[in-house]
């Protein structure tokens, strides 16, 4: 069965230090790769995604991802944490050509000041 | 630019009674529509997806169903609510061909 899977259900970083979320997925093919943000009580917004080319992606806020794809991961990274950057993180993956995403479980992600 | 609404907000219903959930996205033509719940502040479970007017697809079997009236109209509908309904209701569209969802503010439905 195609799975995604984020590992850690929370992550405490300090403000101004990197911070890094984490993906791997099990999918067949090439799929697309997606980071979502969610604030309380919000809808998801997007943060970036990967179709193809250059493994790492920039995105919005800061943030970046880089693909792997013989670890089949999808990494959020940002090289230096805001509290702001405090919310729920989402990595999502769309089996080629399927227009539908399979979501991992969510992470927490909590930047102490 | 694009705009996805949801309404209502927030929804408390008695178990039993009906619901009607509506998405609309404006600034776009013929989008891809999604209906995901959300139980519990976590996952994300896709319940509903549409291609074009009328073309629903049901992901997991239960006690709801779609409807899409509109090109960029998306309703979620119960006939009688179950406690189980309850959660974070999530409408989403995305361009055709391509690969990133958008999503609405949420609607969340308390079922007493």
């Known amino acids: 069965a195609q799975s995604v899977a984020q590992p850690e259900d929370q992550v405490n970083v300090a403000e101004g230090n990197p911070l890094t979320v984490k993906c791997t997925y099990s999918?067949?093919?090439?799929?697309?790769l997606f980071w979502y943000v969610q604030y309380p009580n919000r809808g998801l917004q997007f943060l970036l995604k990967y179709i193809t080319g250059d493994n790492l992606v920039k995105g919005s806020y800061g943030f970046e991802a880089e693909f792997n794809k013989s670890q089949t991961s999808f990494h959020l990274k940002k090289p230096s944490a805001l509290v702001s950057d405090s919310a729920l993180y989402f990595c999502a993956v769309e089996p080629s050509g399927t227009y539908k995403y399979i979501f991992g479980t969510g992470t927490r992600l909590k930047v102490l000041a | 630019s694009q705009t996805i609404h949801q309404w209502p907000a927030t929804l408390v219903q008695p178990v039993g009674s009906p619901l009607s959930l509506e998405c609309t996205v404006e600034?776009?033509?013929?989008?891809?529509l999604y209906w995901y719940r959300q139980a519990a502040g976590r996952g994300l479970q896709l319940l509903f997806y549409s291609v074009g007017i009328g073309q629903i697809s049901s992901e997991v079997p239960q006690n709801l169903s779609a409807s899409r009236p509109q090109d960029r109209q998306f309703i979620l509908s119960s006939k009688k609510l179950l406690l189980s309904d309850s959660g974070f209701y999530l409408c989403?569209?995305?361009?055709?061909?391509?690969?990133?969802?958008?999503f609405g503010p949420g609607t969340r439905l308390t079922v007493t």
């Open positions: 999918v067949s093919g090439n799929p697309y």
């Open positions: 600034g776009t033509s013929n989008p891809n």
């Open positions: 989403a569209w995305a361009g055709q061909g391509k690969a990133e969802q958008y």
